[in-house]
């Protein structure tokens, strides 16, 4: 397939995914902020920005970092690229450049998305009517990816859209992960009510909550969420059930001479299913995660050397 | 409230009424339907329509208005009916019209026999700015030049069809016809059960099929070349290619190396044999035509001079559907093929031409002038709606350019009835079928019928505020 195709396709579900992720971290810190101490709300409402790597923009353009403020920077700010609405913009921007290779059920899907939100920016979105937003945004996500997966074709088109996405949530899942973690495990030394908040903002964060407590149970250990969330094969958004899925798209998609990218896949795959928690504990969940950070960002370089001509 | 159906004005064609105002016979389910049918529920499904049309996004943009200003063509939920008989004259038509131009073409680039014959004048093919001297000589599999025609056709008040245009660059709207017909289809399925309409869902394999004969290797790549997604065309462009299955490219996505043409792809460079390219002559390779072209091949027109590269339609193609070349098109018919043309022109004035210039110097209130080189319903004069200002202001244009300009008679579109503010009411419309040249000359059975949405309008571009109907060709007529 064409490279550039590969590229927009590769790109569109990398922001539907963003997409998808930012109303849920804003959702959960949002709920945290209400319930968390007023000394530490600021800390809560910065989560998003700390993931999304916005935070000087967020300062340049608002003053105080308030819910309705985040509300309106993270979901419908079109002045930088982070916002629900400009990442849907990309997407939909990506899709037009691949229309010839999406079914119409993912056209529409996308097309809607973005008719819906044009409309929704024009209203605007206070606190009380946010979370409604938020279930729009999972509720778009979902449709595209049934779209996705009910209609298109199993070809490379296909298996680069899907490597977007897992690229997107293996990035997203360590940088929450890292970010919350180390947040929940400060809670630890306070209040326990307010300590399991904040394990279970780190889980719903990744959708993950159920999960725990099917593997688990009730009690919320820290080394067990760091465990679910890593080294777990069937939890949707571990780094090994992301890993799988890269590793596995990159051994699918024709690939000419191009295996690079595929040897750094397959190398960090075998890492992580071979891995274990004690290699987690002893070398440190931060410098585990930055590590993989690199790596994936490593990874992504070369699918685009490989396959999209950059 | 059931509908009130207004008549047509007298002394003009109405697709569903006669001229004693009785209903046509082709047009009587139709008629049924839409005494049956209540305002309000037109009006719910004309919404509705609306937005399907914006969840697809079949839109397009206007050109000196903002870019991504996504704005819908209107959609006319009263489909505009041919009869079988009516159709199979104006397939034979438009089948011996384009075979003769493409005649023309091969002709107007080898052998010069025509303006041999003295049937036109050298100055006229030759110094038209259309006329592109790189394709002399240039053999092109099949001797054909435009594999995608749109012709467009108007109904005079005498009932018969005439040709206003020839389309033979690069002809668009073919995707308003198959989505329009597919909007009828899902709004109303109830009329197709009752009216016998030809199915015109098989234009994107035949498209393929031309696209595909037109290089002679037995399995060739083709592809769509495409300006990108700010033009206006670019939904249809993107719609065809995904119907055909083929790749859908930008000129970034293509580069030439050693007079072929490849295009990047994730295993490496692949070669093309056919282009169907939706990019002007001009833009197609910045190293032979315009410098600035960011939408074009370096090195296109080189490979393509070479052979290793068939485009559809050919370069050089819009000498011949040039204003200027128009009045000739009935003389080609009867050159090349020796048959009397089955379509007739609309009698066309020149400006070139001394007689012809006073004679529309002293009618220009009641003619249309037309720019030879103009599209799109820009740069024209219709003298019976022209102001005193706009009239002088032609006059001194005609006198200043004369060979710029042709004029023709104000013909009376035909009519249909249409779903407007004020109820169902007559508007004016054309019509243009799209004739594909490969192996064998083929068309689906129908076109893009554009309608002038404004009470007396004859200007039925999109650009301009005109919208589309779903066109119905029946199989058989009733008796």
């Known amino acids: ?310 | 409230m059931v509908m009130l159906i207004q008549t047509p004005p007298e002394g003009i064609y109405d697709e569903l009424f006669d001229e004693n105002n009785r209903v046509r016979p082709s047009c009587r389910v139709l008629e049924n339907w839409l005494m049956q049918s209540e305002e309000a529920m037109l009006a719910e499904k004309r919404r509705e329509a609306d937005v399907l049309f914006q969840r697809l996004g079949i839109t397009f943009n206007v050109y000196g208005e903002d870019q991504g200003a996504d704005r819908l063509i209107p959609f006319d939920l009263i489909p505009r009916v041919i009869s079988a008989s009516d159709w199979q004259r104006l397939q034979a038509g438009l089948r011996q019209r384009v075979q003769a131009l493409n005649r023309f073409l091969f002709d107007i680039y080898h052998d010069f026999d025509i303006i041999r014959a003295g049937v036109i004048s050298a100055e006229q093919v030759f110094a038209n700015p259309q006329y592109q001297p790189g394709m002399q000589n240039l053999k092109l599999p099949r001797n054909l030049y435009s594999h995608i025609a749109g012709i467009d056709l108007i109904r005079h008040s005498d009932g018969d069809f005439y040709v206003l245009e020839d389309n033979l660059r690069c002809p668009s709207g073919v995707s308003y016809m198959l989505e329009n017909r597919r909007m009828m289809m899902r709004l109303f399925p109830e009329l197709f059960a009752q009216a016998p309409v030809a199915p015109v869902e098989q234009y994107p394999a035949l498209l393929g099929e031309t696209l595909r004969a037109a290089s002679l290797k037995p399995d060739p790549t083709v592809v769509v070349l495409t300006p990108g997604r700010f033009n206006s065309a670019y939904f249809e462009h993107a719609f065809l290619a995904r119907q055909m299955g083929i790749e859908l490219v930008e000129g970034a996505d293509l580069f030439v190396r050693q007079n072929r043409v490849y295009m990047k792809t994730t295993v490496g460079p692949q070669q093309v044999d056919v282009i169907y390219r939706r990019v002007d002559d001009d833009f197609l390779d910045p190293l032979a035509g315009n410098p600035d072209s960011m939408l074009g091949v370096p090195g296109l027109y080189a490979a393509y001079r070479t052979g290793n590269v068939v485009l559809a339609n050919a370069m050089g193609t819009g000498v011949a559907d040039d204003k200027a070349i128009y009045p000739f098109v009935p003389d080609m018919i009867r050159f090349y093929l020796g048959e009397e043309p089955i379509l007739k022109n609309v009698p066309t004035w020149q400006g070139r031409k001394p007689k012809d210039l006073s004679y529309i110097l002293d009618n220009l209130a009641d003619l249309v002038v037309k720019e030879t080189q103009g599209a799109g319903g820009y740069g024209m004069l219709i003298g019976p709606m022209a102001s005193k200002k706009e009239l002088s202001h032609f006059r001194s244009l005609l006198k200043a350019r004369p060979d710029n300009y042709i004029a023709q008679p104000t013909l009376s579109l035909s009519t249909c009835p249409t779903f407007v503010d004020q109820g169902v009411a007559p508007r004016h419309l054309d019509l243009r079928p799209f004739v594909l040249s490969g192996k064998k000359v083929q068309m689906v059975p129908g076109g893009l019928t554009r309608v002038a949405l404004k009470e007396g309008s004859l200007i039925v571009n999109s650009s301009q505020g005109g919208g589309t109907k779903d066109t119905w060709v029946l199989e058989d007529d009733p008796c």
């Not at chain 1, 529409?108 to 998305?113: G, H, K, Q, R, V």
């Not at chain 1, 199993?154 to 973690?181: M, S």
Request: hydrophobic share 40%; net charge negative.
């Open chain 1, 1 to 310: 397939m064409l490279s550039r195709a590969a590229s927009s396709l590769f790109w569109m579900a990398r922001y539907l995914e963003r997409a998808e992720t930012q109303a849920r971290l804003l959702d959960v810190s949002l709920t945290m902020a209400l319930i968390d101490v007023p000394e530490d709300r600021e800390e809560q409402l910065s989560v998003p920005l700390l993931v999304t790597g916005t935070q000087a923009v967020f300062q340049e353009l608002y003053k105080e970092t308030t819910p309705q403020n985040l509300i309106d920077f993270l979901l419908l700010d079109d002045r930088h690229p982070a916002s629900v609405f400009s990442i849907i913009g990309s997407a939909r921007d990506n899709a037009l450049h691949v229309r010839g290779n999406l079914s119409a059920d993912v056209w529409e899907s996308i097309n809607l998305a973005w008719m819906e939100l044009k409309e929704l920016r024009k209203k605007g979105v206070t606190e009380s009517s946010a979370s409604r937003v938020f279930d729009w945004t999972r509720e778009r996500s979902n449709v595209f990816r049934g779209a996705a997966y009910g209609t298109l074709l199993r070809n490379d088109a296909f298996n680069f859209l899907r490597l977007g996405t897992f690229i997107e949530r293996a990035d997203t899942t360590a940088r929450v992960l890292d970010i919350r973690h180390r947040m929940a495990t400060k809670s630890l030394e306070g209040h326990p009510t307010q300590s399991f908040f904040e394990w279970t903002a780190l889980l719903h964060s990744l959708a993950a909550f159920e999960a725990y407590q099917n593997t688990y149970g009730h009690n919320i250990e820290p080394m067990n969420v760091a465990e679910l969330l890593i080294l777990k094969r069937d939890v949707p958004r571990s780094l090994h059930a992301c890993l799988q899925e890269i590793s596995d798209l990159l051994e699918q998609i024709e690939s000419g001479e191009a295996r690079r990218a595929r040897r750094l896949a397959t190398s960090l795959y075998a890492n992580i299913r071979f891995g274990d928690r004690e290699y987690i504990e002893e070398r440190g969940l931060h410098e585990y995660l930055t590590d993989f950070l690199a790596r994936i960002q490593r990874i992504t370089g070369q699918i685009q050397k490989d396959y999209m001509g950059w």
